[in-house]
Structures are given as C-alpha cells and as structure tokens.
C-alpha cells in the first residue's frame, strides 16, 4: 500500500513537473544546446540542469519560474535568468511578452535556453560551473 502511494507520488511529482512546459512560450521547442542549436534535439526540463531529467537541480530560469508561480509572467520575461545578456523572452521566441497560455503562438520559435548560459563556455558564462558532457548517447550537463 505504502509502495503504490510512493510510486502514485512520484509519478504525479513528475507529470506537474512536465505540464510547467504548457505554461511557458515554446515550452516543446527548447533547444538542446549540447547537440548544437539546429540539432533537433529539445531540452524537456526546462527548470532543470539536465535535458530529460525532472529531478536534477533546478537551473536559475527554473528559480524565477518557481517565484513568479510557474507562470508567465511580464517580469519572468524581461528577466535575464541565466545572464547570458538575452531575456527569458527573447530565447523562448517571445521577446515582446505577448504571450499567454491558450492564446496567440509565441512570435518566434524558441532561440536558446533561458536557464543555462550560452554560449557554454564563452566568457559571458564564466560563472557557470556546468558544460556538457557525452554519457553514451545522450550528453548532459555535467558539474
Ligand atoms: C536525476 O537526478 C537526480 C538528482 O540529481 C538523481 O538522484 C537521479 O539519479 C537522476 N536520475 C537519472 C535517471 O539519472
Ligand atoms: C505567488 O503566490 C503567492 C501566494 O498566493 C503570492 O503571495 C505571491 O505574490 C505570488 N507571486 C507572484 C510573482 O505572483
Ligand atoms: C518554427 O520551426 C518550425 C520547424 O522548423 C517551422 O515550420 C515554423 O514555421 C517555425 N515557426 C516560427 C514561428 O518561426
């Protein structure tokens, strides 16, 4: 009994966490930077310092997306979370903050990723501890 309280738990934890990508302009379409900005490959926790995994450490867009309550806000937009000199607004494809749940679709199709700074290793982001790294076949960020 316990156990499937835990597991009902965990999934539910993970499904929230996966539905934050409806509340955020082209939350399907976050590129993955560690295969280059056209290779196809999305970024799904876009709060997160990991591509695919929801329970990783949030990254500094996650920390504002927490504190504006998961919700698009104007100031969530305008803000620089990952202090690469591009907003929230402009990496996700809508960098006039017209956006809104169940309205328009974004201006733009999402440019960058607004929790990690970009380009990594570049000496706007040299305060950021985190590069990727090839795990088999996925690449990840790595401390
Ligand atoms: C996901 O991240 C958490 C927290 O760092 C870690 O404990 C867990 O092992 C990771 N899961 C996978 C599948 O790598
Ligand atoms: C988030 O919700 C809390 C509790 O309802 C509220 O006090 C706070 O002002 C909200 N923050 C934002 C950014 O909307
Ligand atoms: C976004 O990218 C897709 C696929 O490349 C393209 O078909 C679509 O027109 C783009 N949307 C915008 C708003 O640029």
Request: contains cysteine.
């Amino acid at each position: 009994m316990m156990l499937i309280l835990l597991i009902v738990a965990v999934i539910s934890t993970i499904y929230g966490r996966q539905i934050y990508r409806n509340e955020i302009p082209n939350g399907y379409g976050v590129p993955n930077m560690c295969y280059g900005t056209d290779g196809g490959q999305v970024w799904a926790p876009v709060g997160h310092y990991s591509p695919t995994n929801y329970t990783q450490d949030k990254n500094p867009f996650g920390k504002d997306f927490a504190a504006a309550n998961h919700t698009w806000t104007h100031s969530l937009c305008i803000k620089d979370s990952d202090g690469d000199g591009k907003t929230n607004g402009d990496e996700l494809g809508d960098p006039h903050c017209r956006w809104s749940k169940g309205g328009d679709a974004p201006a733009h199709n999402a440019t960058g990723h607004p929790g990690i700074c970009e380009p990594l290793g570049s000496n706007v982001c040299s305060n950021q501890a985190f590069f990727c790294g090839c795990h088999g076949h996925e690449c990840v960020l790595s401390p």
